[in-house]
């Protein structure tokens, strides 16, 4: 009784993946998810902006990561950083300028 139970639910699960592939399949898809270009077009871009808040001066990178990174209000910045929320601000509002002003060069205003 078992081993049939198990045949059966077996054949019903191959049944269910027949039926998806056979709704979602197109001959003309040839790659599954990105390209290679796409991915390595990526790979650079996020290896040029880790260099380039590498150079930012410490104050401003700390607040950017802390932001954009690990996604922190502007009060827990604050608190981390010993400073005001609008001095957090104003770091943040000086920071994005200079990596857009940085980056400009490397990717189109869409972007940015």
Not at 19 to 32: H, L, N, P
Not at 52 to 76: F, G
């Amino acid at each position: 009784m078992q081993s049939w139970l198990f045949t059966v639910a077996h054949n019903e699960a191959l049944s269910d993946i027949n039926k998806k592939k056979s709704v979602t399949a197109d001959d003309s898809i040839v790659w599954e998810g990105d390209s290679p270009e796409d991915e390595l077009l990526a790979k650079e871009r996020k290896e040029l902006i880790e260099i380039v808040l590498q150079r930012l001066h410490a104050p401003y990178r700390e607040v950017i990561i802390l932001r954009e990174y690990e996604r922190l209000s502007y009060e827990e910045i604050a608190g981390i950083t010993g400073t005001t929320i609008s001095s957090v601000k104003s770091r943040l509002f000086k920071a994005r300028k200079a990596l857009i002003e940085k980056l400009k060069p490397y990717f189109n205003e869409r972007s940015l």
